[in-house]
């Protein structure tokens, strides 16, 4: 069989046509003598034969040439359809007339029958040799080839197109069918039996199956997806197709379902164009952003770049956000005059802060490098205690030593009464910052700045529940009253920049962001906003499910911005200035030297206990590991 198959797969076109063109022509002489037998019995049929014999060549001429003229030889087998099988039914006849028209010339009076007959069989014969031929040519081609075995879940239009197209694939066998519609259950369509679909995983055993393929082009994609996930669990291989009207142009393919707009999702107007000036800080400048290729701090890059710096320096502990980071501003900047430097390191490695600082003469310091996840960093809390606060206060420390004009740190609302790790560690992070900012005789102008939480962000809900959605659902929802804050990557961006740009030195500066949004409303609204209905008690039969899992370890149900009261305005009028309590350096350097010893040990109750002891808030979390894991809900 593998010489066969090599020896077919190498045969060149010109040969292949010339076998065809010879299967034409050897069919005349069968035809013709199974014509006689069926007009006359045994004897007459040779007798008439032998008077035809004679006739033969010319007719098995005519037919090589009628083949040439119709171009049945250039229709190769696997595209032998109704066009192809239409011009061997005119071969045919036009063959029959010709021995008809012969044998009247040469005076035989053959019954006109007979040339019917033979017309006919001579059809049937040709169109039965290339349907052999090529499942003869697919037996070869497939042997010793991995087949995928296909099941057709969908026995409508699409589906029957499917398998037809299917028929002639070398990598690829239909199996069977199976449809939802229970009138068509058991039926053949393709030569294929439709199957129930509460059949699949005993089809899938007893049939060897590998792939499913939904050819439901109108079933909702929330239900498709939903469907493609219960299939994915038994193992197979799943796809979609759309439908051939679709591809053909007579009805519109449906578009992949595309991100809702974050500005749309905020519950008040976008703040962006209200957030105006600051830009003159960090002209002509040369400016470190840390972070630089995370979800804030490559916002800052983008717009600290349109105000021309001098230098930007791109510090960021992942080299592929790094690296995405620094090509992208290298392509904005063809014409730009702004040196771009990349730094791939840790904010914790006190030299290379120290070293990148000096050989840069940085003037602007804009620190969003941090761990954020709430999750993860209660799972790991010395990395993310050592980053957020040990890495802040070496960053800011640095940048006094060398005079730097300006500290912005960037901040969080979850550092506000902090019933988690990664809120706590930034809480202390700002204390810091401020302490830092009263004690040091430096220059420096140091200031924090906090939001909420950034829409499209990484870990941000927002493209969990695209995803979500995308996949079919449930979407997942902590508690139905959970409320939180929400701004979009370009608002923090320019509220970091404008509030950096203020001269103030200490302080915490906050954005009016009107009320909260609660997370559930949030759901609901992005599940509409693609053209899908949510999925309840009052409406079944809707495409998305909002799911309520519980609030995770560390998380509120509510957020909060000002840790006290009396907030003062600022030279903007969407910006407020924070007055809170803050420890004294004697408290601050204590603090430090507890958690430099918690994370030297890899103590996380010690660490636990000196986050407690220090934040404000933070004394009821955490106790010991165990206790501190169960209170932290």
């Known amino acids: 069989m593998t010489a066969i198959f090599k020896i077919a797969s190498t045969l060149a076109r010109s040969t292949k046509r010339r076998i065809l063109l010879f299967v034409d022509v050897i069919l005349v002489p069968p035809a013709l003598f199974a014509a006689m037998i069926l007009q006359y019995n045994d004897g007459l049929a040779f007798e008439n034969m032998s008077r035809h014999w004679l006739a ?8 090589w040439l009628l083949s040439v003229v119709l171009g049945l030889h250039r229709i190769q087998l696997k595209a032998f359809e109704n066009h192809a099988i239409g011009l061997t039914a005119l071969h045919a006849v036009l063959l029959g007339l010709a021995a008809a028209i012969m044998d009247d010339l040469a005076g035989y009076g053959t019954s006109f029958a007979t040339f019917i007959n033979f017309a006919l069989l001579y059809f049937f014969m040709s169109v039965g040799a290339r349907m052999l031929m090529l499942q003869v040519l697919l037996a070869i081609y497939r042997h010793g080839q991995p087949q995928c075995r296909l099941l057709i879940y969908g026995a409508g239009q699409t589906g029957r197109q499917l398998a037809a197209a299917l028929h002639t694939d070398q990598a690829t066998t239909p199996v069977a069918f199976v449809d939802d519609n229970e009138a068509l259950q058991t039926t053949l369509i393709q030569g294929l039996t439709v199957y129930s679909p509460l059949t699949i995983e005993a ?42 009207a679709q591809i053909t142009g007579q009805s519109p393919i449906t578009e992949q379902m595309q991100p809702v707009a974050h500005g749309q999702l905020l519950g008040r107007p976008a703040l962006d164009r209200e957030l105006s000036g600051g830009s003159d800080a960090y002209a002509g400048k040369s400016v470190l952003i840390s972070g630089a290729g995370g979800s804030i701090g490559s916002e800052l890059c983008r717009q600290v770049f349109a105000c021309r710096p001098t230098r930007i320096v791109l510090f960021e502990i992942s080299e592929l956000a790094l690296y995405n980071i620094d090509m992208e501003l290298r392509d904005l900047g063809v014409s730009h005059a702004t040196d771009i430097v990349p730094v791939l390191g840790s904010v914790t490695d006190q ?16 620190h969003a490098a941090a761990y ?44 506000v009464r902090p019933t988690n790790i990664m809120g706590a560690s930034k809480r202390l992070a700002e204390i810091v910052v401020h302490d830092l900012a009263n ?47 929400f701004m979009t990557i370009p608002e923090a961006a320019r509220l970091v920049l404008v509030a950096g740009s203020f001269d103030a030195s200490g302080d915490v500066f906050v954005l009016d962001m009107g009320d909260p949004v609660r997370i559930y409303d949030l759901a609901c609204q992005m599940i509409s906003a693609v053209g899908y209905s949510l999925r309840s008690d009052a409406n079944p039969s809707g495409d998305i499910e909002i799911k309520f899992t519980g609030l995770r370890p560390g998380e509120k149900i509510h957020e909060e911005l000002l840790i006290g009261k009396g907030q003062t305005t600022t030279a903007h009028p969407r910006i407020l200035q924070a007055n809170e309590k803050h420890l004294s350096e004697i408290e601050v350097a204590a603090a430090l030297r507890a958690l430099k010893e918690a994370i030297a040990e890899g103590d996380e109750t010690a660490l636990r206990v000196a986050l407690a002891r220090w934040v404000e808030g933070g004394a009821h979390f955490i106790q010991d590991d165990r206790e501190a894991t169960n209170n932290l809900t």
Do not use: C, W
Request: glycine residues 6%; charged residues 20%.
């Open 203 to 244: 089809l899938v055993k007893a049939r060897n199956i590998d792939r499913v393929v939904l050819a439901m082009p109108a079933m909702a994609p929330p239900k498709q997806a939903q469907l493609s996930r219960r299939l994915r669990d038994l193992g197979l291989d799943v796809h979609t197709v759309p439908s051939f």
């Open 351 to 366: 030299a290379l802060v120290t070293r990148t600082l000096a050989n840069n003469d940085v003037q602007v310091v804009l």
């Open 439 to 485: 004690r040091t005789q430096s220059k420096t102008m140091f200031s924090m700045v906090r939001f909420g939480n950034v829409m499209g962000s990484s870990g941000s809900v927002i493209p969990l529940f695209h995803e979500q959605i995308k996949n079919g659902g449930p979407v997942t929802v902590r508690h139905p009253e959970v409320t939180r804050y």
């Open 372 to 415: 954020k996840h709430v999750t993860l960093v209660e799972q790991n809390p010395i990395t993310g205690t050592a980053n957020n606060v040990l890495g802040t206060h070496t960053l800011a420390r640095a940048a006094a030593a060398f005079e730097v004009e300006r500290f912005i740190l960037v901040s969080t609302d979850k550092a």
């Open 56 to 63: 033969l060549p010319l007719l098995m001429g005519f037919s």
